[in-house]
Nanobody, 116 residues
Framework: QVQLVESGGGLVQPGGSLRLSCAAS????????MGWYRQAPGKQRELVAI???????NYADSVKGRFTISRDNAKNTVYLQMNSLTPEDTAVYYC??????????WGKGTLVTVSS
């Protein structure tokens, strides 16, 4: 049974930083594509960043240069380092894992609030 558990969200001031973690368990392996998505109030869920099993990354234009996705396969954990946060980054952030046949798995999300 696959479990993805996010942590690290919270309240941060504009310009601040947070690091989100996604601990994966079950059949999650380094062969999976892992990613972060977010959903702001009243908006659809959107891609933030993904990392393929080969280490290739892709970012939403709105976070390029500010956010960095990384993974520690030994710990089965994916991270999202978020710098220079703005109020527009306020959202629930979800961890996503896609297995080699394309089936998606989701965590329950962690709330990030950027406010002064």
């Amino acid at each position: 049974q696959v479990q993805l558990v996010e942590s690290g969200g919270g309240l941060v001031q504009p310009g601040g930083s947070l690091r989100l973690s996604c601990a994966a368990s079950g059949s999650v392996r380094s062969t999976w594509t892992m990613g972060w998505y977010r959903q702001a109030p009243g908006k659809q869920r959107e891609l933030v960043a993904i990392m393929t099993r080969g280490g290739s990354t892709n970012y939403a234009d709105s976070v390029k240069g500010r956010f960095t996705i990384s993974r520690d396969n030994a710990k089965n954990t994916v991270y999202l380092q978020m710098n220079s946060l703005t109020p527009e980054d306020t959202a629930v952030y979800y961890c996503n894992g896609a297995d080699p046949v394309g089936k998606d798995y989701w965590g329950k999300g962690t709330l990030v609030t950027v406010s002064s």
